[in-house]
């Protein structure tokens, strides 16, 4: 039963650097493995499993779904997209400007519609080679398209030639966002996270972000944020740009949106909800009946339990509790993010936390090498909270207290 965990897999591409656990099943922000040992999930698959595993209402309405018509095709209407779509315009604030969504199964797909429609924004005005701004340790996918919009050169190397068209600029500084366009009549659009999630838990502060959406305005530029890893309520709003009180004229979602089910979706302002014309964009599984009711019960899941107070009050709490069991620490460079989307951020690389973690009954990520991520369900309580910080930061102090490697 557990041979094909303990050798790297025969017949599966060696793309991912997987740990020797398979999980069988989950039962709220637990989960167990193939030989019945038990794990808090610090990590819900990623920023994935919103509601947790095995969600009481959740569960039956899919198993409903899939009785009734799993996959149909665009080809027709699919009344769950109509519903859904609105709702999330409506969440973005988008509704009196009249925005629009379109769906996909991925945070890439996502993305890539996201750019794409930066670009015919662009054609659309005579712009016949659009740029996009993109940022330093971006993480935006790993199509082509959207791993030239990351910025990481590890994700690139061995794939260029890259896509051309996109300037990079640091997070944060309005200055050098100013001169890195100055003059350009070829600038489309600013594509960013709000919170990047794999480069290492890196938050754009309210005041750049007000000063982005101002410079995007003036010059007729598209605000494009990434949300797929820390929008659906993850930070305590259901987008984590909406704590500066701005709004996005694109956003990419995927990741939360249907709490495990594929699902990806690209919420438009009025500047670009209507820019794709029939031909031009769309893909098979893309808005598919069990992929829109996963994100329509998730949703309304999420407002019936409250779980965008949830995700603030206890990522508050986890937060609190990390800082007061790591205080002192010197190799603790800081404890940062919102809600419950949180890195620890050491100063050395930290891969093998990941392992000690889960030998320790604790599943999580290290992200950017030195930061540990924590993005579990936002069902998380308090006392769970507790259990990981009592997991977790013993951990660390003892890996901080190990000789560094030469
Ligand atoms: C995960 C992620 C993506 C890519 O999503 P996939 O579903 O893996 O293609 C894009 N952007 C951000 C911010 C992400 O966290």
């Given at each position: 039963m557990t041979a094909f965990i303990e050798a790297a897999s025969p017949h599966t591409m060696n793309t991912y650097g997987r740990l020797p656990i398979a999980l069988s099943h989950g039962q709220g922000v637990r989960v167990w493995d193939v030989n019945g040992k038990a794990y808090l999930d610090g990590l819900g698959g990623i920023a994935v499993n919103t509601l947790g595993h095995n969600h009481p209402k959740l569960v039956p309405a899919l198993q409903d779904q899939i009785a009734k018509i799993i996959h149909s095709s665009n080809y027709y209407h699919i009344p769950n997209q109509e519903k859904l779509a609105a709702k999330l315009v409506d969440l973005a604030g988008l509704s009196a400007e009249g925005g629009k969504t379109f769906f996909c199964s991925t945070g890439l797909e996502a993305n890539e519609a996201a750019l794409k429609l930066a670009r015919k924004f662009g054609h659309d005005k005579g712009i016949e080679k659009p740029e996009i701004v993109v940022y330093e340790h971006a993480f935006h996918g790993r199509s082509i398209a959207t791993l030239s919009a990351t910025g990481n050169k590890k994700v690139q190397a061995g794939f260029g030639p890259l896509v051309e068209g996109f300037i990079r600029v640091p997070l944060n500084d309005i200055a050098a966002l100013k001169q890195a366009t100055e003059g350009n009549p070829n600038v489309v659009a600013v594509f960013f996270e709000t919170i990047q999630g794999e480069g290492g838990i890196n938050a754009m502060r309210n005041e750049y972000l007000q000063q982005v959406r101002k410079l995007c305005d003036e010059r007729d530029w598209l605000m494009m944020i990434d949300e797929v890893q820390c929008g659906m309520g993850r930070t305590g709003k259901w987008f984590a740009h909406q704590w500066a009180g701005i709004k996005p004229d694109v956003m990419p979602l995927a990741k939360g949106l249907g709490s495990g089910v594929p699902i990806g979706a690209v919420v438009a302002g009025a500047r670009a909800?209507?820019?794709?014309?029939?031909?031009n964009h769309g893909t098979t599984?893309?808005?598919?009946p069990l992929a829109m009711r996963a994100g329509v019960e998730t949703i309304q899941i999420m407002e019936e339990e409250g779980l965008l107070e949830n995700a603030a009050v206890v990522g508050a709490h986890l937060k609190a509790g990390l800082e007061a069991a790591l205080a002192g620490e010197k190799g603790v460079r800081e404890v940062r993010g919102h809600g419950l989307m949180l890195g620890i951020d050491l100063d050395r690389p930290c891969g093998v936390l990941t392992q000690r973690a889960a030998d320790a009954g604790l599943l999580l990520s290290v992200t950017a090498d030195s930061v540990v991520r924590l993005v579990p369900s936002l069902i998380l309580t308090k006392a769970e909270a507790d259990e990981i910080v009592a997991i977790l930061c013993p951990l660390i102090k003892a890996f901080l207290a190990e000789p560094v490697a030469p």
């Open positions: 909800a209507n820019i794709f014309q029939p031909g599984f893309g808005g598919n």
